[in-house]
């Protein structure tokens, strides 16, 4: 696959070090901050670290990936790196947000139950009352850990850790998905190699050769379990990766086309139109 690299063409990523202005609390490796009021973000960006946001009493609309999840109350928003965001929070909101950069989050990230792609697929988590209030404590744990005189990674980790496994204890009642790729190993390593090949390799028979099966029991099991084909799973993540290309950089449709593996401009832009009904360029006017 031939792939454009442009470093002049892409929109920076907005790094952790922008947000420490105004922070509660934090270290080189996780921020505390509280949402209170009204915030808007207008323009789809995305972050190279992970953020965890529970929201008390909030309202209003968060986009990640291009879809729209209504804000509510007693809510966990998890974002990780690379997802396109906006939001629009109404002025009665209150929260509280960790931001967390990679090799942070890694050390405390197995407690996480599932695969973060079941994550991405269902960002939004609603709490119970006990729950939140679970939750709500750990972040001010953190919170009164990082504005210790001497703060302590270890035990700072340990609440995190507390964190994602609440936070996927209670994901479970709501990652219906999840539950079928956990007890299906083949769909879960399939669900990983799209992630891995997907610019480069967009036929079934790639996977399944990895997976040691054959092209059509593949296809079997994806319509099985998940009521889709194993082809439109791959083609979902090009069109994912083609939308936050398309939201997030200054590349031309053509450099985009190259960068998803295509080897023809106007392939790109049918393929494109076939599933989301316009062009490249009227999504990115949008």
Not at 134 to 147: M, P
Request: glycine fraction near 4%; proline fraction near 4%; charged fraction near 25%.
């Amino acid at each position: 696959m031939m792939k454009v690299h442009n470093p002049k063409a892409y929109v920076p990523l907005i790094g952790l070090h922008e947000f420490r202005k105004g922070q509660s609390a934090g270290s080189a490796e996780l921020l505390y901050n509280e949402l209170e009021g009204e915030r808007h973000i207008d323009k789809p960006h995305k972050h190279d670290f992970f953020i965890i946001i529970l929201f008390d009493r909030a309202g209003g609309v968060h986009n990640i990936d291009f879809q729209d999840y209504p804000i509510g109350d007693r809510q966990i928003h998890l974002l990780f790196p690379d997802q396109v965001h906006k939001w629009d929070i109404e002025l009665s909101t209150t929260g509280y947000q960790l931001m967390i950069d990679r090799i942070f989050f890694e050390r405390f990230a197995p407690y996480f139950r599932f695969a973060y792609t079941n994550y991405m697929k269902q960002p939004v988590i609603p709490l119970s009352d006990h729950t939140f209030q679970l939750l709500k404590y750990e972040f001010a744990a953190i919170k009164d850990e990082l504005n210790a005189a001497d703060p302590l990674q270890d035990i700072i980790i340990a609440r995190a850790a507390v964190i994602a496994s609440v936070v996927s204890k209670e994901a479970e009642q709501v990652l219906t998905e999840a539950k079928i790729y956990q007890s299906n190993p083949r769909l879960t390593r399939f669900s990983i190699l799209i992630d891995e090949h997907f610019k480069e390799e967009k036929l079934v028979a790639f996977y399944a050769a990895q997976l040691n099966i054959s092209a059509n029991y593949l296809n079997i099991l994806c319509k099985k379990n998940l009521d889709i084909s194993a082809t439109q799973l791959i083609q979902q993540r090009v069109m994912l990766e083609a939308k936050r290309l398309l939201q997030s950089t200054d590349l031309s449709i053509k450099e985009i086309a190259f960068e998803l593996g295509f080897v023809d401009h106007a392939y790109f832009s049918n393929f494109f139109k076939n599933h989301l009904g316009i062009s490249p360029s009227e999504f990115r006017d949008k």
